[in-house]
């Protein structure tokens, strides 16, 4: 007789824990993986509407319509042939203490690093990057950013905890080179007199190819190592309003995905994606773009080898 529970479980609402259908591990760190899924239900430093603290979540339940799938279209090979990746769950930390977190999410990542295993975070807001660019940067050194996002995030006027501060602080502390990063998407406003990171602005964006584009960003951070975060705000209301600061005129996921494939060939060494927040999603919209952004970047990471 079958043993039905040694059955493939390719169900699209059955078990939906792990992001893709990964393995789940308690300990990444002791595990043979090339790369860690590490969530962080994070959102006390957002300014806009709360929520993203359930992300994670919601873009694991979404990512079983791509583990559905199997073999992620257009790339050309498979992705579990590539490389061996693990959910490690999500990090737990004391709700309500911010400092508890920082210190938390840089120890969390740190240790994944020094194991010589690579991290895609799931957000949680946007300030979760920051002791992110903390870990990444003890073990890779100076790093060129590849933001996606509709704000620059390099407001100095914010609290000690804020996620529209973290590209403030993350130049000053010699994390990342502002000269060699760029930021793609942005629609609100910020200092253009005194702003170092080179910016592709949301109309420009709209304007170019996806090649010109790709293009453009792998002429600035050259052979830099990088660490490319993705506000998924970055993208029009109209393919994400599952989010806390939603603004209007933003780039197609179509776009968001033709870009990314088009990356192919940076030192990509650390990734996340950010403020998914269920409470403001309509039929899963906002987590499923952040489910398949997670997924691009994760094929990303595996053809640089």
């Known amino acids: 007789m079958e043993n039905v529970f040694e059955r493939k479980d390719d169900s699209l609402y059955s078990n939906a824990y792990s992001f893709l259908r990964l393995p789940m591990v308690q300990d990444p760190t002791a595990t043979d993986a090339d790369v860690v899924v590490l969530g962080m239900p994070y959102d006390m430093a957002t300014t806009g509407r709360p929520g993203t603290r359930l992300g994670p979540d919601a873009i694991r339940r979404a990512s079983v319509n791509l583990a559905w799938e199997a073999f992620r279209y257009p790339w050309p090979f498979d992705l579990r042939d590539r490389c061996n990746i693990v959910d490690a769950g999500d990090l737990v930390f004391s709700c309500g203490d911010s400092e508890n977190f920082v210190d938390m999410a840089a120890s969390a990542a740190g240790q994944i690093l020094a194991s ?147 990356l192919r060939g940076i030192n990509l060494v650390g990734m996340d994606v950010v403020e998914v927040s269920p409470p403001f999603d309509s039929a899963d919209i906002t987590a499923l773009a952040g489910a398949t952004i997670a997924t691009e970047l994760l094929h990303l990471w595996a053809s640089k080898e």
Do not use: W
Not at 122 to 144: E, I, Q, S, Y
Not at 184 to 193: A, M
Not at 233 to 253: H, K, N, Q, R
């Open 116 to 262: 010589d295993k690579a991290l895609l975070t799931l957000g949680g807001d946007h300030f979760v990057t920051l002791p992110l660019l903390r870990a990444h940067h003890t073990k890779f050194g100076l790093m060129a950013l590849i933001h996606f996002d509709a704000h620059t995030d390099t407001y100095s006027q914010g609290s000690r905890y804020d996620h529209g501060t973290m590209f403030y602080h993350a130049p000053k502390e010699g994390l990342i080179d502002p000269s060699s990063s760029v930021q793609i998407g942005i629609r609100t406003d910020y200092d253009r007199d005194n702003h170092d990171f080179n910016v592709i602005c949301a109309e420009a964006a709209n304007d170019m190819t996806p090649e010109d584009i790709a293009n453009h960003i792998k002429a600035l951070v050259g052979a830099l190592p990088v660490y490319v975060t993705f506000d998924i705000d970055c993208l029009d209301p109209a393919f994400a309003p599952g989010t806390g600061t939603p603004v209007i005129g933003g780039i197609t996921s179509d776009k968001a995905l033709r870009i990314l494939r088009s």
